[in-house]
């Protein structure tokens, strides 16, 4: 009996093996330089890489808890990178990025001055400059500079690195090449809205748009841009809260859905964007619209068309863009003429960086305007003021709250009918 407990024993002590506090571990022996070195790099990588607090005690300070997360630049303390080696920057600046611009490939290259060197930067000025902006916010970095990539760099990272390439990524999601316009009715985007004013659908009601773009690939160094093939799709409902004719007492009237699918090509080089895509989108009059309003006769305004917009972001806070439209295909008992022209721009005049809840901030104000062949070319004006909320600078997906005005044609059924109203409208998207 008392064998077969030691044996139970021993070998569950083998398993097992018993773990000491490092509080009430002895001092360890004397150790070389470059092993004290390597283990201490092991234990700050550790820390870094954990998401919950590291507690640093030192006889001449008091003891500290930081709250780390890899994506979280903010939560650094000032004087975290002062004193570590190039070698440790260089690795923890290229997980920042992967973790924020993955599918963009920049390398990172650090020196002893602590000056950080970027290559392979996204061909897309916009973007490279959101990456630049998010490392100098990193503390201890004394510099930022970019530097071009050669073949045999290109070659050697190649080896190092399983997953870098030089032709293409599967569906990035951090942003899009080319970006939605702000203040086009029309653009896919996740939003709700208040109206009133509105003489053709509804003085009083609320509009509802799910819509999204699907990223699919991202060509690099394409003529030296980057060229991508999305699919777009979006869904827009508006619905009366105050209808004059209604039965069983209803509150609220769905009175036209629109639908749009989409496949944009998108290509960015510098300050330069271009999109190049075919859509088709179709109109319908909601049940209880028709129900209450018998004597309305339902059309189908749909149709299929090509359009080419040209964006030119002439600064950071400035963008213009406009191209033509053609209408190749519509619907006989809604007959839309070929030919339309879109035109506006984007004013960002500053990006304020909120600390304690790691964002950033911009006022915007937006005007979109466009002239159809079908409405005899009178123009149609949507104007947009409010502010919106990033996690990345200028890149990546947006919050946004802002006032709306519209003084144009109307929507769906009612296209060829002049309107004008006031909006109050929350969206998310790019």
Not at 12 to 35: C, M, Y
Not at 183 to 193: F, K, M, Q
Not at 386 to 401: D, F, Q, T
Request: aromatic letters at 16%.
């Amino acid at each position: 009996m008392k064998k077969n407990f030691l044996l139970v024993a021993s070998t569950l002590f083998f398993l097992f093996p018993p773990t000491i506090h490092a509080a009430q571990q002895k001092e360890s022996p004397p150790q070389t330089e470059a092993i004290s070195e390597e283990k201490n790099s092991e234990k700050k990588l550790f820390g870094i890489f954990s998401i919950g607090t590291v507690a640093q005690t030192t006889e001449k300070k008091k003891k500290k808890k930081w709250s780390l997360r890899l994506t979280k630049k903010d939560h650094l303390p000032t004087d975290m990178l002062e004193g570590e080696s190039s070698c440790y920057l260089e690795g923890y600046i290229q997980a920042l990025i992967d973790a924020n611009y993955y599918e963009n490939y920049v390398i990172v290259s650090v020196d002893e001055n602590h000056v950080v060197y970027l290559y392979n930067l996204p061909s897309d000025e916009r973007i490279k400059n959101s990456i630049i902006s998010f490392v100098k916010d990193l503390p201890g970095i004394k510099n930022v500079e970019v530097k071009k990539i050669d073949q045999n760099a290109a070659e050697k990272i190649k080896a190092d690195r399983h997953d870098f390439h030089l032709f293409g990524v599967w569906f990035p999601e951090t942003t899009v090449i080319f970006k939605p316009l702000m203040a086009n009715p029309r653009e896919p985007v996740y939003s709700i809205a208040y109206r009133w004013g509105d003489q053709v659908v509804a003085k009083n009601q609320i509009a509802v748009s799910l819509g999204d773009i699907f990223p699919i690939y991202r060509f690099f160094n394409v003529f030296g841009g980057d060229l991508q093939l999305d699919v777009s799709m979006c869904m827009w409902a508006d619905f009366n809260m105050a209808p004059e004719r209604h039965e069983e007492d209803e509150w609220a009237e769905l009175v036209t859905t629109d639908y749009i699918l989409s496949i944009p090509i998108s290509y960015s080089i510098g300050i330069h964007s271009f999109r190049l895509r075919a859509y088709h989108i179709s109109s319908h009059l909601g049940d209880e619209y028709m129900v209450n309003n018998p004597e309305v006769k339902r059309v189908n305004p749909s149709f299929e068309a090509i359009e080419f917009l040209w964006s030119i972001q002439a600064r950071d806070a400035l963008r213009f863009y406009g191209g033509p439209g053609f209408i190749v295909n519509s619907d006989p008992s809604f007959p839309m003429k070929v030919f339309y022209v879109e035109y506006g721009f984007e004013f960002k005049p500053f990006s304020h960086k909120y600390k304690h809840p790691r964002l950033y901030g911009n006022p915007f104000f937006a005007l979109d305007c466009q002239n159809w062949e079908v409405n005899n070319y009178r123009p149609s004006l949507t104007l947009q003021l409010g502010y919106e909320w990033s996690k990345l600078e200028r890149a990546g997906r947006n919050v946004r709250i802002f006032g709306e005005y519209h003084n144009g044609y109307s929507e769906g059924q009612f296209f060829n009918q002049y309107t004008d109203y006031l909006a109050i409208r929350a969206a998310w998207g790019f």
